[in-house]
């Protein structure tokens, strides 16, 4: 059964870094392409980055280009998100998100077809 877990969120002050993991188990993350959103109350799901499976190719939001930083960790079953510079609107849940055919991930479109819970950042002083 695919299972993603994200980790890593937590309270940050502005100009502030954290580093997102995404961890899977039963299948191996290296085959899919993995994207990153986030979810605000009352907004649509938002993209933030994907990577693809088999190019490593990245991909950002224009909102987050120069700050954040995916990638894929030593660990097969592990992607990484490094944000950096932190803003108070970067303040939302971040979830990781795995699909085998990766069509969307240059897209940043929320149709992938497995999901983690999410990881709470809050950015502010």
């Not at 803003?87 to 077809?113: H, M, N, Q, R, W």
């Amino acid at each position: 059964q695919v299972h993603l877990v994200e980790s890593g969120g937590g309270l940050v002050q502005p100009g502030g870094s954290l580093r997102l993991s995404c961890t899977a188990s039963g299948f191996t993350l290296r085959h899919y392409a993995i994207g990153w959103f986030r979810q605000v109350p009352g907004k649509e799901r938002e993209g933030v980055s994907c990577i693809a499976h088999s190019s490593d190719r990245t991909y950002y939001a224009d909102s987050v280009k120069g700050r954040f930083t995916i990638s894929r960790g030593n660990a097969s079953n592990t992607v990484h998100l490094q944000m950096n510079s932190l803003k108070p609107e970067d303040t939302a849940v971040y979830l990781c998100a795995a699909d085998l055919d990766g069509s969307s991930c240059p897209y940043l479109i929320p149709l992938f077809g497995s999901w983690g819970q999410g990881t709470q950042v809050t950015v502010s002083s």
